[in-house]
């Protein structure tokens, strides 16, 4: 090949300044470089071409196409540069971060606990903070359970009014049925541990009943205190505690009313004091007074039917409705609206779920 023709020469550095110009990031421009300068490339070849030229030619040849290599060279090099840093400030205007912005929550933050998971763990927190352990029972009963161990008697009026859902009769005769409440577990847990015994049992109930304030299926915890001493001293004690913690407040002023259970002797009611005001309930103040829970001394048939001596042990019980407590405390007015999945809603009522609720760091915080 000659370079006798300079045109050539000046040609190709013409065209390889050219793409270099042209290049528009920095990978074009590599192929660039390696077309003109690398092993097989176009200025490298003119060089190669050095060593078949008499010493006078090279001299003058050498001299240009070195001056052509310097060139493409040095306009690589700027090119390039203005390449690094367009890219650069493509980055940074791509990759821009507003710090001041809230964090966003991950999907892990993203989900909602619903209030009544919320409350049973309050509960549980409130009352493990007491001793108690959590006894369950299965959801599908006996009638025994259900109700001859807890002292109801065969045809009692007692049976009816709990309106249960009942299931086929069995070939033995034995009828299943939802567990209208959370007692029988109370039955289980004296057949399978001695005294003392100390529990609750938070759980799903059934009965036949729908309206704003019920639903045929809800929640109930119940708790059991079985020893030699127990009386009804402990247990005013532990349900004040229990409603100072779960409702948050330094006090709460409590009314225990006569009523009839057939599983407890004495029974009795409990309502707790409060103000309604705008829709909003104020605990431990007010002139309003509602029921939150069953309770009494447990009857001496149920310990008996239970295996346990009721000349040697005594003990209490009570029951409350989860739904009802979740209600109040969380101000929500319709029952139903805790069973219809409705996204909007839990996203409002529910709870974050890597804020568990603890007496320590705060139940509801
Ligand atoms: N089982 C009762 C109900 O569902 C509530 C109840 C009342 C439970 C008194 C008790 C109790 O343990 O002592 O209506």
Request: charged share 25%; net charge negative.
């Amino acid at each position: 090949m000659g370079l006798s023709a300079m045109s050539d020469l000046a040609k190709l550095e013409t065209e390889i300044l050219g793409a270099i110009a042209a290049a528009s990031d920095e990978a074009a421009l590599e192929a660039v470089r390696v077309g003109a300068l690398g092993k097989k490339g176009s200025i490298s070849a003119l060089l190669a071409t050095l060593g078949k030229m008499s010493p006078d030619e090279r001299k003058t040849e050498g001299a240009k196409i070195n001056l052509a290599k310097d060139k493409v060279t040095e306009a690589l090099t700027a090119r390039r540069d203005i390449l690094k840093n367009a890219a650069l400030d493509a980055r940074l205007a791509s990759e821009t971060i507003d710090v001041t912005l809230p964090t966003r929550e991950t999907p892990a933050e993203q989900g909602r606990i619903h209030p009544l998971s919320q409350v049973m763990d309050e509960l549980t927190a409130i009352f493990a903070d007491m001793g108690f352990s959590i006894a369950e029972g299965p959801d599908i009963e006996t009638d025994e359970y259900n109700f001859t161990k807890l002292n109801f008697p065969e045809g009692h009026p007692a049976r009816e009014m709990h309106d249960t859902f009942f299931f086929n009769r069995k070939e033995d005769g034995s009828r299943p049925l939802l567990r209208t409440h959370t007692s029988p577990v109370q039955v289980r847990t004296m057949l399978s541990q001695k005294p003392p015994i100390r529990v609750i049992c938070p759980g799903r109930t059934y009965r036949i009943d729908s309206d704003a304030t019920h639903t045929p299926q809800f929640h109930q915890v119940e708790g059991l205190v079985i020893d030699k001493g127990s009386h009804l001293g402990h247990l005013k004690w532990i349900l004040a505690e229990f409603c100072k913690a779960f409702f948050e407040v330094d006090n709460v002023n409590m009314k225990f009313r006569p009523s009839f259970f057939p599983f407890t002797e004495p029974s009795l009611e409990v309502d707790i004091q409060c103000r309604r005001d705008k829709g909003e309930i104020r605990f431990g103040e007010g002139e309003d007074w509602l029921e939150i829970l069953g309770c009494g001394m447990v009857h001496p048939n149920v310990l008996r039917a239970c295996g346990i001596d009721p000349d040697v042990y005594q003990g209490f019980a009570w029951g409350m409705g989860i739904d009802r407590i979740a209600m109040l405390k969380y101000g929500i007015n319709d029952l139903r609206q805790m069973f219809e999945s409705d996204t909007r809603w839990i996203n409002h009522y529910g709870f974050k779920p890597l804020d568990v609720p603890t007496l320590a760091g705060g139940l509801s915080s």
